[in-house]
């Protein structure tokens, strides 16, 4: 839906910067860095627009693997980077680790650690998802109790905007029982009658859901 209306954006105001940046973004979290370049073509705009613009650009460069595409545009970003210092210091430590310049990419780490603690320097968005990639690089290199420092604070920062409630929870919980009772669920069956359960465990967004389509889907 996100992507329709920016594209319906585009197509009323083909330069409406705010929506190409956004656009570009949305594609890059869905995977679609050929997309997002696309959506990115041209000069970039001037100020603050432009370090986004770029840092946007060098992203997908990266997933692309086109490396020192993606340096140039970093390069081209002349510092300070004001609210774009989170997004170029990520795409610097992919740079750092792709070089194997182990002392570059802590450097850089630690000034990120510094940037994600400082509030309202940089956008709220920016300092969670920073968290939480700094979590990842930690824990890819073994560092599990830095990782989990890192979790901890992104998500008591994402508290903000989405605060836990027990109350609706349990709501919600409560309500889906009464909705989805046996009378609602009766009907066509699977064939195998075998009354063995099966549980699909895992993380959330680990894959679980899938899973279940996949078996559920199977005729045996």
């Not at 860095?33 to 073509?41: H, K, S």
């Not at 359960?197 to 894959?207: D, E, K, L, Y």
């Amino acid at each position: 839906e996100a992507l329709a209306r920016l594209r319906s954006v585009l197509g009323r105001d083909p330069g409406c910067v705010p929506a190409r940046l956004n656009l570009a973004n949305t594609l890059l979290l869905e995977r679609q860095p050929a997309e997002a370049l696309a959506v990115l073509a041209g000069p970039p705009p001037a100020g603050r627009e432009g370090r986004h613009w770029r840092a946007h650009r060098a992203l997908a460069e990266i997933e692309l693997g086109h490396w020192e595409a993606a340096r140039r545009e970093l390069d081209a970003i002349a510092e300070p980077y004001g609210d774009a210092e989170i997004l170029v210091l990520w795409r610097r430590i992919g740079l750092a680790e792709h070089d194997r310049d182990a002392a570059a990419a802590a450097a850089l780490v630690e000034r990120m650690e510094q940037a994600v603690r400082q509030d309202g320097t940089s956008l709220p968005e920016h300092r969670i998802i920073g968290h939480f990639d700094l979590a990842r690089f930690h824990h890819r290199h073994g560092r599990k109790a830095a990782a989990f420092e890192q979790w901890i604070a992104g998500h008591r920062l994402m508290a903000r905007f989405q605060p836990y409630q027990r109350s609706q929870v349990r709501a919600f919980a409560d309500a889906s029982i009464a909705a989805f009772d046996a009378e609602r669920l009766a009907g066509p069956q699977a064939g195998n009658d075998d009354p063995a359960p099966v549980f699909i465990v895992g993380m959330p967004r680990s894959g679980t859901t899938l899973v279940e389509q996949i078996l559920a889907a199977h005729p045996a």
